[in-house]
């Protein structure tokens, strides 16, 4: 089976083609400089650039795999959820494409693909699902942080989300209160890296309250009021990384203790990890720590399949095809608002 994949659901356009589960091409093009004018991504600019780069990059993919239109068993699109007008540039190409060739169209969910990305590894990458296992998923990018146990492959429920901001959003908004760049995430995580964690005792929101859900809107308020109290703090750079540090310890802190808790909850025996969020490098380090330390099997997703791309969209839809599921009308509609 060879199928295209095209992911459009944010400031991202990228398109993938997929054989037997083998990622054959995997063509991302980033709108970051575009947005961080802005400080944040604004959905028209978004939307103007997936139409202008989703042709290209559709055919920058095919040409990389090898593969003629004609070739194709199948067509994937992400559904949602996602910015409205993003998310209609990438499923109604990739249904006009299905239609063209009268071939299937698979609709995905964003989040689900991310769920199942720490399944693909290896040189070339592919799928590894044959020792797919039980898992509490951890699944946390800019607009999103969700915990999902996984009982058996498309059986999931959500343990708990986000109240208010998301943890990538926390990151990007006290970045952004400290002066740093959009995205303020990649930054925050470079500075800190030279900073003591230890320096500021931030609010570790909700991290001791029961349950699996998770709040940062206090984090970010507490920074700001942090800020206003110190208004020259900024003007040295050790103060700046020791601040990132204290920031990052915060959010991570929280991320980690309530996924490793929810897994011995459960009594499953593998964490998986995925998303934007899930490069941070303090992230990764200190879920390894823990899991390791409880005895828990770790799978993270690799970084280049932990933003937005095409590629966990093909891989997730090849083997929903597989499983005779998955497939949608030429005419089905966007799901802005899906849930997992």
């Not at 800190?192 to 029961?210: D, K, S, V």
């Not at 990764?284 to 099997?297: F, I, N, Q, T």
Request: proline letters at 6%; hydrophobic letters at 45%; one cysteine or more.
């Amino acid at each position: 089976m060879t199928l295209l994949a095209i992911e459009t659901s944010c400031d991202e356009t990228s398109a993938a083609v997929i054989r037997e589960g083998e990622i054959l091409s995997n063509i991302v093009s980033s709108q970051t400089a575009i947005h961080a004018e802005y400080g944040g991504v604004v959905p028209e600019l978004a939307t103007r650039e997936h139409l202008r780069n989703l042709i290209p990059v559709i055919q920058a993919a095919l040409r990389k795999a090898n593969v003629d239109p004609p070739m194709l068993d199948a067509v994937a699109a992400t559904r949602g959820p996602g910015l409205p007008s993003a998310l209609l540039v990438g499923l109604k190409a990739g249904q006009a494409l299905a239609f063209s060739l009268r071939k299937p169209v698979i609709g995905i969910h964003h989040h689900e693909a991310h769920l199942y990305s720490p399944w693909i590894s290896g040189d070339p990458p592919r799928g590894h699902f044959a020792g797919f296992e039980p898992s509490v998923s951890l699944i946390v990018s800019g607009g999103h942080t969700l915990l999902v146990a996984v009982t058996e492959m498309f059986n999931h429920r959500v343990l708990g989300g986000t109240l208010d901001d998301a943890a990538g959003e926390c990151f990007d908004k006290t970045g952004k209160l400290m002066g740093l760049a959009y995205p303020a995430g990649p930054e925050i995580d470079r500075l800190a890296a030279a900073g003591n964690p230890r320096t500021h005792n931030f609010p570790r929101p909700m991290l001791n309250e029961p349950g699996e859900d998770f709040s940062f809107a206090g984090l970010k308020t507490s920074v700001r009021y942090f800020l206003q109290k110190n208004p020259g703090l900024l003007e040295d750079p050790r103060h700046v990384r020791d601040l990132c540090a204290s920031v990052q310890a915060a959010i991570v802190e929280v991320l980690v203790a309530k996924t490793v808790r929810a897994a011995r909850r459960l009594g499953v025996q593998c964490v998986t990890a995925s998303g934007g969020v899930a490069c941070n490098t303090a992230l990764r380090r200190d879920l390894e720590g823990a899991c390791k330390e409880s005895g828990l099997r770790l799978r993270l997703a690799d970084g280049q399949f932990s933003t937005d791309n095409a590629a966990m969209i093909g891989i997730l839809a090849e083997q929903k095809l597989l499983a005779g599921a998955g497939e949608i009308a030429f005419d089905a509609e966007i799901e802005p608002s899906w849930a997992l």
